[in-house]
């Protein structure tokens, strides 16, 4: 069965400073996605960013980017210079690149930007 | 830029009643999920629909629910006689064939009482 674990329920870093947000996953395919989405208060999902299992470099978006392991099954997610408009739960999440390609989430890490 | 739409945002019922959860997806997408989040919790996977069917639920989705695509754009969800247990955020998404993300609407809160 595929799973999806973020072990830190909540984190909180300093405007300007840097956070990672840890996520391990189990699956035995070979070919799937994962994902990083934002839900802040108003709990709209937004995506972050995401990665193709089969791409061996880290996915990038502005302040955001990715450290991808896949032999440890390992998907951080990094943020840069954290603005305020971070504070958010942050989900992550793999599909199995197969037709239906459902996601499969974790728990969420509650992320709070101090000023 | 185009967006998944969803309608209503917040939707009260009392227990027993049925609800329709309206969504319309990204126009040229050709698949559809629901996924719900009980407050507190993991989201969860509900359905996903192609082509005009169902292709994977889970074991949530029981014959209580059913989901639609009554007219090429709205993909509705149905509870048919709702339970204080389905109270939660539901989500609608939609993905395109060429592409690897799900978009997401801004959710529907239903709260059974």
């Known amino acids: 069965a595929q799973t999806v674990t973020q072990s830190q329920p909540e984190m909180s870093v300093q405007e300007a400073e840097t956070v990672t947000l840890s996520c391990t996953y189990d699956?035995?395919?070979?070919?799937?996605?994962l994902f990083w989405y934002k839900q802040p208060p108003s709990r709209q999902m937004i995506l972050v960013i995401r990665q193709e299992a089969y791409k061996q470099q880290n996915a990038t978006e502005n302040r955001f980017s990715v450290n991808f392991q896949k032999a440890a099954k390992s998907f951080s997610l990094k943020i840069s210079d954290s603005q305020l408009g971070d504070t958010a739960m942050y989900f992550c999440?793999?599909?199995?690149?197969?037709?239906?390609?459902?996601?499969?989430w974790g728990l969420g890490t509650s992320l709070a930007v101090n000023p | 830029e185009p967006e998944v739409t969803q309608t209503p945002s917040h939707q009260v019922t009392q227990m027993g009643q049925e609800v329709i959860l309206r969504c319309v997806p990204i126009?040229?997408?050709?698949?559809f999920y629901w996924y719900r989040q009980i407050l507190g919790q993991k989201v969860e996977f509900l359905v996903s629909f192609y082509n005009n069917e169902i292709s994977e639920k889970s074991e949530i989705f029981d014959d209580q629910f059913s989901v639609e695509r009554p007219d090429g754009s709205n993909f509705t969800l149905k509870i048919r006689s709702t339970k204080l247990e389905d109270s939660a955020m539901y989500f609608c998404?939609?993905?395109?064939?060429?592409?690897?993300?799900?978009?997401f609407g801004p959710g529907t809160r239903l709260t059974v009482l």
């Open positions: 699956t035995s395919e070979n070919n799937y996605y």
């Open positions: 999440a793999m599909d199995n690149a197969g037709n239906n390609r459902k996601l499969i």
């Open positions: 126009s040229n997408h050709l698949y």
């Open positions: 998404a939609s993905r395109g064939r060429l592409t690897d993300t799900q978009y």
